[in-house]
């Protein structure tokens, strides 16, 4: 969608709200020296919603965002707001935006950080633009999102390590992996870690069908055995899973190892930073160009802007021709 805002509104806020994902930093140095260079201002709020509605901003130069773009985490933090749920706690907000003589803001975040900001835009007027950041990859419109490279990276790195272990025992290892609602971690470490198997929300397989090539797994390799489980997976994560088939497999010393949080930080890839100031730069462009309530991405290499809510309306699909190379090579 265009909007009628336009260059001598030059006044503009970025956040970063939902799970923080590695990249972040990257996106708001963007954004902020690309609005620079444009002789804007731009204003940083605080703690996602939260922030915006108890007004928690500060104007940002070039050195606020100075040897940030190495570091994970997100230097504007987040939080979750339960006030911004609301009909009244999102009037406080965009009350507070027009009292900073805001009425354009860069969202940095998942489906529910676009979902919030598509609210302002529909109820209040607010010109928003969304950057994808999230480790998950499930937002429709960009082909990866920030932090999912690192997150992928920093999975492998683990498992690889858990491989060394299981070998040296001889263990069956349960690794999950983050992914509530989609499996793209859990499929591309699968694929680069050598999983034996790797359990999806996308392709659900039910009990006896897990055992069953578990049992074709244990039969063909000797040695320790790695299955990789989302944690969306509707066999109830690795603990779950473990605890259903650990009858069956009372002879292999089977191990559960839940890598958590660990997948949302440590430092950005190169390909996370280069991703992350691309879209940073991009957002600040679609909004001079009058856009509002979309989203930028990259698809085949090249920035695409797109209707925010698509981002979250529609599913993203994994790679199915991965999934069956991984049923392939295991």
């Given at each position: 969608?265009?909007?009628?805002?336009?260059?001598?509104?030059?006044?503009?806020?970025?956040?970063?709200?939902?799970?923080?994902?590695?990249?972040?930093?990257?996106?708001?140095?963007?954004?902020?020296?690309?609005?620079?260079?444009?002789?804007?201002?731009i204003?940083?709020?605080?703690?996602?919603?939260?922030?915006?509605i108890k007004g928690?901003?500060?104007?940002?130069?070039?050195?606020?965002?100075?040897?940030?773009?190495?570091?994970?985490?997100?230097?504007?933090?987040?939080?979750?707001?339960?006030?911004?749920?609301?009909?009244?706690?999102?009037?406080?907000?965009?009350?507070?935006?027009?009292?900073?003589?805001?009425?354009?803001?860069?969202?940095?975040?998942?489906?529910?950080?676009?979902?919030g900001?598509?609210?302002?835009?529909?109820?209040?007027g607010?010109?928003?633009?969304?950057?994808?950041?999230?480790?998950?990859?499930?937002?429709?419109?960009?082909?990866?999102t920030?932090?999912?490279?690192?997150?992928?990276?920093?999975?492998?790195?683990?498992?690889?390590?858990?491989?060394?272990?299981?070998?040296?025992?001889?263990?069956?290892f349960?690794v999950e992996?983050?992914?509530?609602?989609?499996?793209?971690?859990?499929?591309?470490?699968?694929?680069?870690?050598?999983?034996?198997?790797?359990?999806?929300?996308?392709?659900?397989q039910?009990i006896?069908?897990i055992?069953?090539?578990?049992?074709?797994?244990?039969?063909?390799?000797l040695?320790?055995?790695l299955?990789?489980?989302?944690?969306?997976?509707?066999?109830?994560?690795?603990?779950?899973?473990?605890?259903?088939?650990?009858?069956?497999?009372?002879?292999?010393?089977?191990?559960v190892?839940?890598l958590?949080?660990?997948?949302?930080?440590?430092?950005?890839?190169?390909r996370?930073?280069?991703?992350?100031?691309?879209?940073?730069s991009?957002?600040?462009?679609a909004?001079e160009?009058?856009?509002?309530?979309?989203?930028?991405?990259?698809?085949?290499?090249?920035?695409?802007?797109?209707?925010?809510?698509?981002?979250?309306?529609?599913?993203?699909?994994?790679?199915?021709?991965?999934?069956?190379?991984?049923?392939?090579?295991?």
């Open positions: 969608m265009e909007s009628n805002y336009n260059n001598s509104d030059k006044k503009i806020g970025v956040f970063t709200s939902g799970g923080d994902a590695p990249g972040m930093n990257a996106a708001v140095r963007a954004v902020v020296r690309s609005a620079l260079h444009k002789d804007w201002k204003t940083g709020i605080n703690r996602g919603y939260q922030g915006l928690n901003f500060n104007e940002l130069t070039s050195q606020s965002v100075s040897n940030i773009i190495q570091r994970g985490g997100t230097i504007l933090k987040s939080a979750r707001s339960e006030e911004f749920r609301t009909e009244e706690g999102r009037a406080k907000a965009a009350e507070n935006l027009k009292e900073e003589g805001l009425d354009a803001l860069v969202a940095i975040g998942g489906d529910g950080t676009f979902q900001a598509s609210m302002l835009n529909e109820e209040h607010i010109h928003v633009v969304g950057i994808p950041g999230t480790i998950d990859n499930d937002l429709v419109g960009s082909d990866e920030i932090g999912y490279d690192t997150a992928l990276n920093t999975a492998m790195d683990n498992i690889d390590k858990i491989r060394d272990t299981a070998d040296a025992h001889d263990r069956l349960l992996v983050m992914g509530r609602d989609a499996g793209f971690i859990a499929l591309e470490t699968g694929i680069a870690s050598g999983a034996e198997l790797i359990l999806l929300p996308e392709s659900l039910e006896p069908e055992k069953r090539s578990l049992n074709e797994v244990l039969k063909d390799h040695r320790s055995s299955v990789v489980v989302a944690e969306g997976d509707e066999t109830g994560g690795a603990m779950k899973l473990a605890d259903k088939i650990k009858d069956d497999f009372a002879d292999y010393d089977m191990r190892c839940i958590g949080h660990t997948q949302r930080g440590g430092r950005p890839t190169a996370d930073r280069v991703l992350a100031s691309r879209l940073g991009a957002a600040v462009n909004l160009d009058g856009h509002t309530n979309v989203m930028v991405g990259v698809v085949n290499n090249k920035i695409k802007i797109s209707p925010i809510k698509m981002a979250w309306s529609k599913k993203k699909q994994i790679n199915y021709e991965l999934l069956e190379l991984s049923q392939i090579l295991r």
